[in-house]
């Protein structure tokens, strides 16, 4: 299994951006995919993960009511719309598969990771 990430940029706070992360594989439909990020210095965070059917998604508190997780099984393609962005959303997201359990929230428990797409929210 390979995760290709892609869509970050440079944004103006309140605005905008939509990643996008490819999984290569035969099992997509039925695997759990995650995002997470990573601050200078901070530990890696997690900010949302959606079931293979996309009938459960889970979500960060400070990501709650901006960001939405999605996915096209057809396009084996896991989607992070992050709307009203602000600048401490400022970093690099990673797409996640391969989870082992349930337990969506802890990056230990995921063991497939994409390159990185790095997010910048000016003030």
């Known amino acids: 299994v390979q995760l290709q990430a892609c869509g970050g940029g440079l944004v103006q706070a309140g605005g905008s951006l939509r990643l996008s992360c490819v999984f290569s594989?035969?099992?997509?439909?039925?695997?759990?995919m995650g995002w997470f990020r990573q601050a200078p210095g901070k530990e890696r965070e997690f900010v949302s993960a959606i079931s293979g059917s996309g009938g459960a998604t889970y979500y960060g508190d400070s990501v709650k009511g901006r960001f939405t997780i999605s996915r096209d099984n057809a396009k084996n393609t896991v989607y992070l719309q992050m709307n009203s962005l602000k600048p401490e959303n400022t970093a690099v997201y990673y797409c996640a598969a391969g989870l082992q359990g349930l337990v969506v929230f802890s990056s230990l428990k995921w063991s497939t990771w994409g390159q990185g797409t790095l997010v910048t929210v000016s003030s």
């Open positions: 594989g035969r099992t997509f439909s039925n695997s759990y």
